[in-house]
């Protein structure tokens, strides 16, 4: 699928102070808006015009724009983010969203979706079941994606220790090529797809992201650099340290359409 815009999110002052399970320490909030800039410069380079949301030190964990909302041609899903401290984020997702779509569909209570979950391999759509999107939430976003013809399939991943969202371990990069780190389930709705699984110790790396061709990946993880080269796909290769230390990845960053 091709791209031509993003919404991004700068971290806010209060970024620290966002949810997270990791024990790797306290990011640097300087250190993470020089990666955050570095990063906004990748989707540029990748031919993205980039829309930069409002920053609101009440939202820590406004920067991870991906859990707010999912943008298909021609169609968008306001989620209703599982975590109470973030469900506001979706208020300025929504105003930046009417500049540029006409039907904006929106996750009701009980229902909670967070945009990490939801992982979208050509037409077909894995829903993660998680600590963060609720069976309500799975069961209104597939009723609103068959009725644009998109075919779905639960993963539930509630069992998993170390996964926050489905795409912290299993992203689509595209050409039928999926990414899995050893933690995702081994579901077999993603059978008739070319897995890739990672070393454990690449775990983190699973959450990877292609942007018209070049595929952004996190630094640090050449077992995952090495086997995308050699299926011939160039990779951009970001530091991710501050937002790994917040449970965020490179897809959490940035809403593409
Ligand atoms: C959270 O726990 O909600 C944030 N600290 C991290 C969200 C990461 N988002 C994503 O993977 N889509």
Same mark, same amino acid.
């Given at each position: 699928m091709q791209y031509t815009r993003a919404l991004v999110r700068n971290p806010a002052p209060s970024f620290a102070l966002g949810l997270t399970q990791s024990? /790797?320490?306290?990011?640097?909030?300087?250190?993470?808006?020089?990666?955050?800039?570095?990063?906004c410069e990748a989707l540029v380079e990748c031919g993205l015009q980039l829309t930069q949301l409002p920053?609101?030190? !009440?939202?820590p964990d406004g920067t991870f724009v991906e859990d707010t909302a999912l943008l298909f041609p021609g169609f968008t899903v306001l989620t209703r983010p599982g975590a109470a401290s973030r469900q506001g984020e979706t208020a300025s997702t929504l105003a930046a969203l009417? #500049? =540029? =779509?006409?039907?904006?569909?929106?996750?009701?209570?009980?229902?909670t979706v967070d945009g990490g979950d939801i992982c979208v391999a050509e037409n077909h759509v894995f829903v993660g079941i998680s600590a963060r999107t609720n069976e309500a939430g799975a069961a209104q976003l597939t009723q609103i994606l068959r009725a644009h013809g998109y #075919?779905?399939?639960?993963?539930?991943?509630? #069992?998993?220790?170390?996964? @926050?969202? @489905?795409?912290?371990?299993?992203?689509?990069?595209? /050409?039928?090529l999926m990414i899995l780190s050893t933690d995702a389930p081994k579901s077999d709705a993603i059978a008739g797809f070319e897995i890739l699984e990672l070393a454990q110790a690449e775990n983190y790396a699973a959450n990877c992201l292609s942007v018209n061709g070049p595929v952004l990946i996190a630094d640090g993880?050449?077992?995952? !650099?090495?086997? @995308?080269?050699?299926?011939?796909?160039?990779?951009? !290769?970001?530091?991710? #340290?501050e937002f790994r230390k917040m449970d965020g990845g490179l897809t959490c960053l940035s809403l593409r359409f």
């Open positions: 024990t /790797e320490g306290r990011p640097d909030l300087n250190t993470a808006l020089l990666q955050h800039r570095r990063y920053c609101d030190p !009440a939202f009417r #500049s =540029f =779509f006409d039907r904006i569909d929106t996750i009701e209570a009980p229902g #075919s779905v399939s639960p993963i539930d991943i509630r #069992s998993s220790k170390t996964l @926050l969202h @489905l795409k912290s371990g299993l992203t689509y990069l595209g /050409e039928g993880y050449p077992g995952l !650099a090495a086997a @995308l080269h050699k299926r011939g796909r160039r990779t951009l !290769a970001l530091d991710m #340290s």
